[in-house]
């Protein structure tokens, strides 16, 4: 058995393991039936989906259909540059607001790929800002402070 495709090969098995551990911890809830769902109900079976989709990847990335790739060298730099945006992101939101620490987030984040541009981050900036206002502020009534704190 030889693996193909090392990228696939590693997700699948990281898909499985955490729909494994998630599965797992969901067990401890109450699971209830399909017509009255238990709180452990819904990330069971989405630990157990998960699991089947990893098995899939799994299995498929030592197809000989498959393409051969290997997993790129780990870049430290750009965890390190994603994680320091997201945290930049939850110094900024009580003082510039959800909209503006949503733009750094993006901006910030998308500055150490080599496939983003200025234009396609604002795209995607904006996209994920409208999504996230329909979603958090509308849907599920969260309140945020969507302005800096100057402009009220």
């Known amino acids: 058995m030889k693996i ?17 551990f998630f599965s797992s911890i969901a067990t401890q809830y ?46 430290v730099k750009i965890v390190l540059w994603i994680t320091g945006s997201i945290l930049l992101y939850a110094v900024l939101l009580p003082t510039l607001g959800f909209i503006f620490a949503i733009f750094v987030l993006v901006f910030v984040s998308s500055s150490v790929s080599h496939e983003f541009g200025w234009k396609g981050t604002l795209v995607n900036a904006t996209v994920l800002v409208i999504f996230t206002y329909l979603a958090f502020v509308v849907g599920l009534s969260l309140t945020f402070p969507l302005w800096p704190i100057f402009i009220h």
């Open 4 to 20: 193909r495709n090392q990228r696939d090969f590693g997700a699948g098995v990281m898909y499985i393991v955490l729909g494994i």
């Open 30 to 75: 109450r699971m209830g039936t399909t017509a009255q769902m238990g709180p452990g109900y819904f990330p069971f079976w989405l630990g157990a989906l998960l699991s089947l989709i990893g098995l899939i990847l799994t299995f498929s990335s030592i197809s000989k259909k498959t393409n051969a790739e290997k997993i790129p060298k780990f870049d």
